[in-house]
């Protein structure tokens, strides 16, 4: 069976957070985006010339330097960072910077990010965790009492969920503080440059583009229907409406408080957010509402570097992010499909899908148990890359039967290299430069555009990573003071033969493992070029354990984008599993950026998101 029935193939499918992530956000009665505009009935786009005829593009070829990014004025601004001599961390600064002010539905300066740097001087992969702890003074105890009061008062029913709105899921934004830890170990331009572009559209306006205008006015209302949960909502709203509306596609959009925010940032470095008079802001606005981080929890804030991780598929090595993120998922993803020998099953059919979809299902078992912050938290991160616990966990698929009993496995026997037979048991965007360095950033406010509250006079709302926690104290994931959440954001990269291969990432929540098993399979299994990796149709399984607290929901559901054979969905039904074929507004697909370095011919191959309002620049 081919991927794409001919009467769907050119179906524009649009993108929507993942559905577990709006699981959460309905838990707490939220709904955070209406639906798109669905496309004119009867008419679709033309064929691709080269390459498959479903791709929406080519790939963008270049020598020098390249961006690929969420926003085309991002990429923009960091392909000018490259020109004036900048590093690819210059470049990845501005047009983190950018994306701060122009998608404020994904990310901020309230929110988190993780990066990944391939460093031509040393020829080594340096990562960085940039994701915030939460206060100091806050207890579990406390923070269960504070969330059955938060859900009383607004008038909603109790969950055992952290809610998405308010100060309880309110964690120290590690942002800013990643771009000054790049900028120290690999900037060349002073760090005012890096980040004037943002202050000057901040100031000047810029045009919002199509998806991000129809996920601000999803997100506002989910913000109005149930702003009992906002402590202070008026910040927010001087800051992010145009006379009482949200910003319409086209519309010009100014952030003059972001661009001072930015402007003392600028001038004074780190230390104006966390220590100076950003800092105080904040933690005077958190104690005027009564809760949220106090202002030893900013300047005591520091984000870390730490090592990636890999495992080989089929001659590459993929890194990922040792957790608190959800990176290792993919790599346990990887390691169960080394088992398949997907190329002769075919792209696109039903036993290619169940493989991928029962390895996926594998290690989101596993992350629900044992992904949390390392410092709190001993995770078998040895043994949950072990090949050997791959083999073992495989056995656990039939291809023609789903699963329905998929539970956490067992790493620790296979934690010491040792093991014993029959022992087992969300923005993302790329940059390079002209000498060959290459960066994979994800940032993200978690939930669309965030808690909602919003201090004032400094132009962005606070994340609502903290609705990540879990509120059981046996879970690995259970909230703790100066404890980092479970996070879903992973950059990535490839190396292959001791070179750069790919930096790539795919957003979109408890998705993100998911996309990035895809698009390599794509590549590497099926020779897609690396714009068709990320066109071509996805499938997504929803209904897995979180490290939250919920439960798994046996076989789960499977959401298949339309461009699969209609076949497909009927084979995936009959071998167990639930299946709902999506229209181009529903589903949570993920956004795709990366930049491919073609070792030969020394040429960057970018590609972006069809589904979103992506754009490669390169020169």
């Not at 990010?113 to 040393?122: E, L, M, R, S, W």
């Not at 913000?223 to 910003?247: C, R, S, W, Y």
Request: hydrophobic share 40%.
């Amino acid at each position: 069976m081919n991927v794409f029935s001919s009467g769907r193939r050119g179906s524009r499918r649009g993108s929507r957070l993942h559905l577990r992530v709006l699981a959460a956000v309905l838990s707490g009665g939220l709904v955070l985006l209406s639906g798109m505009t669905a496309a004119q009935a009867g008419i679709s786009r033309g064929d691709h010339y080269a390459g498959e005829p479903w791709a929406t593009r080519s790939p963008v070829f270049a020598q020098h330097g390249m961006i690929a990014s969420e926003q085309p004025l991002a990429s923009l601004v960091g392909v000018e960072i490259l020109k004036k001599g900048g590093s690819a961390v210059d470049a990845a600064i501005a047009t983190s910077a950018m994306l701060c002010l122009t998608e404020p539905v994904l990310n901020g300066l309230g929110a988190d990010a993780f990066v990944i740097v391939y460093d031509p001087k040393t020829h080594k992969l340096y990562g960085y965790n940039g994701s915030g702890w939460s206060p100091k003074d806050r207890s579990l105890a406390q923070m269960q009492a504070d969330v059955k009061a938060a859900y009383e008062q607004a008038g909603m029913q109790l969950t055992d969920q952290i809610p998405l709105l308010g100060p309880l899921p309110v964690t120290v934004p590690g942002i800013v503080d990643a771009w000054f830890a790049l900028h120290a170990k690999f900037g060349k331009l002073p760090i005012s440059e890096d980040l004037a572009p943002a202050i000057y559209y901040a100031s000047h306006g810029f045009p919002v583009t199509q998806v991000v205008a129809e996920y601000w006015k999803g997100n506002w209302a989910a913000f109005e229907k149930h702003k009992g949960l906002i402590k202070d909502f008026q910040n927010a709203q001087k800051v992010f409406l145009i006379d009482g509306h949200t910003p319409r596609a086209g519309e010009i959009f100014r952030n003059p408080d972001m661009a001072h925010t930015l402007t003392l940032i600028a001038q004074g470095g780190r230390d104006a957010f966390y220590k100076g008079q950003i800092a105080h802001v904040m933690a005077n606005f958190f104690k005027s509402i009564g809760s949220g981080p106090a202002y030893s929890d900013f300047a005591d804030f520091h984000g870390e570097w730490v090592t990636p991780q890999s495992v080989d598929y089929r001659g590459y090595d993929v890194y990922e992010l040792p957790p608190n993120g959800q990176g290792f998922a993919t790599l346990e993803t990887l390691n169960v499909l080394k088992g398949f020998d997907l190329k002769k099953m075919g792209v696109g059919s039903p036993d290619t899908l169940m493989a991928e979809i029962g390895a996926f299902r594998l290690a989101a078992a596993d992350l629900s148990k044992w992904y949390a912050d390392p410092r709190f938290y001993n995770a078998p991160l040895k043994g949950l890359l072990s090949q050997a616990y791959a083999d073992q966990r495989r056995k656990l698929l039939d291809l023609q039967h789903a699963n329905p009993d998929i539970a956490p496995g067992n790493p620790l026997p296979y934690q010491t290299g040792v093991y014993p037979s029959g022992s087992g048991d969300t923005t993302d965007f790329e940059t390079a430069d002209s000498s060959g360095m290459m960066v994979s950033m994800i940032e993200s406010n978690y939930a669309g555009m965030g808690s909602g509250e919003a201090a004032p006079g400094l132009g962005f709302i606070f994340q609502d990573r903290g609705a990540l926690y879990s509120l059981n104290p046996k879970s690995a994931n259970a909230y703790a003071p100066r404890k980092r959440p479970f996070h879903t954001i992973i950059p990535a990269f490839v190396m292959k033969d001791g070179e750069p291969w790919m930096a790539f990432g795919v957003m979109g929540g408890y998705f993100q493992p998911q996309g990035q098993t895809q698009v390599l399979v794509n590549m590497i299994d099926f020779g897609m070029n690396v714009q068709e990796a990320g066109d071509a149709a996805r499938w997504d399984h929803v209904g897995d354990a979180t490290p939250t607290g919920l439960p798994s929901k046996g076989t789960g559901m499977v959401m298949l984008e339309s461009g699969f054979d209609p076949g497909v969905a009927d084979a995936l039904r009959q071998r167990g599993y639930k299946v709902k074929v999506t229209t181009h507004a529903e589903g949570g697909y993920g956004g795709y950026e990366a930049i491919q370095y073609d070792a030969r011919d020394h040429v960057y191959k970018g590609a972006s998101e069809m589904r979103r309002d992506g754009e490669v620049i390169g020169y």
